[in-house]
């Protein structure tokens, strides 16, 4: 089943995302593609196979981080976004959030890495959400 949304539920959602955006990169007006970012709402808001959060976020981070809806930070935005979507209460989010996203060899910078360039696809990233960060919570 298909359900409804309305471009205004979708307006609220890309506020959201551009004012996460703009926490963690201090770019405002850097949406690139609007219709990229609409589409990506549209359709995990909209479809059956994102019924829980945890297939929701997993849907939103993976294609932020691949289809690149910013100028810059998708790939920050797309982590912050989950991690602000999953625990939308906890204060140790960003605890997690790497401090240096030029260390390659931290291991969320690099799986944010490998997601952007699409070695890692949407169920590998659904398992890791419930393997790992849902223990934050």
């Avoid at 809806?69 to 997690?96: C, H, S």
């Avoid at 959030?97 to 169920?123: L, Q, S």
């Amino acid at each position: 089943m298909v359900k409804k949304i309305s471009k205004e539920e979708i307006e609220l959602w890309i506020r959201k995302i551009e004012d996460i955006h703009f926490e963690i990169t201090g770019n405002k007006n850097d949406l690139m593609n609007r219709g990229i970012l609409e589409r990506i709402l549209f359709e995990g808001l909209r479809s059956d196979r994102y019924d829980t959060k945890e297939k929701f976020v997993s849907f939103i981070l993976t294609e932020i981080a691949i289809n690149h809806p910013f100028w810059d930070g998708n790939k920050r935005t797309a982590l912050l976004t989950a991690l602000r979507l999953l625990y939308i209460e906890d204060e140790n989010i960003m605890q997690v959030y790497p401090k240096n996203w030029e260390d390659r060899t931290d291991k969320i910078v690099k799986f944010m890495i490998e997601v952007a360039e699409g070695k890692h696809k949407y169920r590998d990233v659904l398992k890791i959400i419930r393997d790992r960060f849902k223990s934050l919570g």
